[in-house]
């Protein structure tokens, strides 16, 4: 049902916890199970040099966070915003149908978090 | 949303894992979000010595799983079978309604995992 780069990511998640000051910070929900994600961005010279994420959500939504924080560390916000829904799903080769909505939420929480961190400037 | 006890039992998950050659192996799936989850037990003179979970669930999936592995070790095959949905809710202090669904997977394989072992005596 999983790719390996999926079961990768969720067995040994990247960038999991909190960043405390952080420039920008965006949180989403899940209609369908109720859960949440929230990213974290620290920003300097219009760069992500930091991100996190924390979330309650399964498994593909852990792997999808794991991933989009991996794809925006180091990228510019502009190069950042471009990260959509299915370049995650391609990066992680693919997700099943019905993990979808669980999925877009690590997408949707760093635009979230993007665009936190431009209202604060 | 989420009490002490669920927050620990997600953060540092009891019993995670895979029993190669349990003497059963129970696997319930949730249809509301299409995670599934399997425990796995050995048994000795009819007393679980040992007992593993596996999911791809959210974090009540998670949090559930690992109170029924420590609630089930070492109770004979009888005591087990009595632990109910409700006992792992009310040991976790509590669940947000909207995850009840996900929850009731950990009671519901532990049964499955019984009954396999049974039909195999
Ligand atoms: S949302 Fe799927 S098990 Fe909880």
Do not use: W
Request: overall charge negative; some cysteine.
């Amino acid at each position: 049902m999983y790719t390996e780069k999926v079961m990768d990511h969720f067995s040994n998640p990247r960038n999991v916890g909190e960043i405390p000051d952080a420039d920008g910070e965006g949180t989403v929900g899940n209609p369908t199970c109720g859960d949440l994600m929230t990213i974290y961005i620290k920003v300097k010279d219009n760069v992500i040099e930091d991100i996190k994420f924390k979330t309650f959500g399964c498994g593909a939504a852990i792997a999808t966070s794991s991933m989009v924080t991996e794809m925006a560390m180091g990228k510019t916000i502009e190069e950042a915003l471009k990260i959509t829904r299915d370049d995650v799903a391609d990066a992680l080769e693919g997700l099943p149908p019905v993990k979808m909505h669980c999925s877009n939420l690590a997408a949707d929480a760093l635009e979230a978090a993007i665009e936190d961190y431009k209202k604060k400037q």
